[in-house]
Structure formats: C-alpha cells, structure tokens
C-alpha cells in the first residue's frame, strides 16, 4: 500500500519503565495517520504533555525506529536494533543528552486486518546516568469511517 496522504487510525502506545525496584506504565491512546513512503512506514499522531500538545513521527524502516517529537517536548533518537544510539531530549526547562541500547525492534502490519503491531525496548541513559529499561508497544488500526 503506497499513500503518502495517510489513513487514519486509532492508536495505543504503553511504555513499560523499569528503574531498578521502580516499574512505570505509561499509555497513550490517539487518533493518527499511517502511510508509506518508499519502504518506510510512518506513523504520526498527537499526545497531550502537561497540557501541551507534543506531535510524535515514527519512521519504521527495517530494524530501526526514529522518533521524532516536537511542540511541548523536543525530541529525535533513532533506535537501532543491537547498537548503542545518541539523540536529544528537551523541554521548556533544560535538554539532555540521551543515549540507547537497544535490544528489541518488532514491526509488522496485517494488511487484511488492518492493523500493525511496533515493539521496541532499550537501556536508557539520560545525562550519563542509567535511567532504566523501556519496552515501547504500539498498536493501531485503521480507523473505521
């Protein structure tokens, strides 16, 4: 399927923290697009930050996921499976230097279905300092008109 206008969907993402003793669940529920843009998948939606909006892009493609995220949040990492990543975190207070191992990236999309499953999970380290282990799931549908 080759759009670059987008479908809609209906999306959820839950982001599993883990900090030694400290587990954090995080979930996400959005309306977004998905398209294809040559052989990468993108998908992109919004989500509400302290009562700003922050407006996330995922690019897809083969063992690798970048997130790009602007407005309330400035963000842009790429999430290699297996390698070690840098990339940048800010917000209206201060911009931290991020850096990733990544273990895991999983895509993939039942065309009949209409549906696609992205998981992905990593060591974090923010400011030189281990900030713990994120696995990132990402469901969506096309949205039924």
């Given at each position: 399927m080759e759009k670059t206008n987008g479908t809609p969907i209906?999306?959820?993402q839950?982001?599993?923290?883990?900090?030694?003793?400290?587990?954090?669940i995080v979930v996400v529920e959005a309306n977004g697009l998905y398209y294809i843009k040559g052989?990468?998948?993108?998908?992109?939606?919004n989500e509400q930050y302290e009562g700003r909006t922050v407006?996330?892009?995922l690019k897809i493609h083969e063992d690798e996921v970048v997130v790009l995220r602007s407005g309330a949040v400035q963000m842009r990492h790429t999430f290699r499976k297996h390698k070690e990543t840098v990339g940048t975190y800010e917000n209206e207070m201060a911009r931290w230097l991020?850096?990733?191992k990544t273990d895991e990236v999983r895509y993939q999309y039942?065309?009949?279905a209409k549906k696609g499953h992205l998981f992905f999970s990593y060591?974090?380290?923010?400011?030189?300092?281990?900030?713990?282990?994120y696995k990132v799931t990402i469901l969506f549908r096309e949205e039924r008109r």
């Open positions: 209906l999306l959820k839950v982001t599993e923290i883990r900090d030694g003793l400290r587990k954090e052989d990468t998948v993108y998908l992109t939606f407006k996330n892009v991020l850096k990733t039942n065309e009949k060591l974090l380290q923010l400011a030189d300092r281990d900030a713990g282990r």
